[in-house]
């Protein structure tokens, strides 16, 4: 029994990781895609001046 709780002790933790690595890849999506944004509205308002 102490085996199998340890065996499964070990997948929480291994699957635990996999989300907080793909949880901070998307938050770290998220960043670059707002400052993108921020970015092209930036450039649309610029060109809107010039023209």
């Known amino acids: 029994m102490k085996n199998i709780l340890d065996n499964l002790e070990k997948l929480v933790k291994e699957r635990t990781a996999e989300l907080e690595k793909a949880y901070n890849s998307l938050k770290e999506s998220e960043r ?18 010039y023209n």
């Open 32 to 49: 670059v895609l707002a400052e993108a944004q921020k970015n092209g509205s930036s450039g649309e308002l610029v060109s809107g001046l």
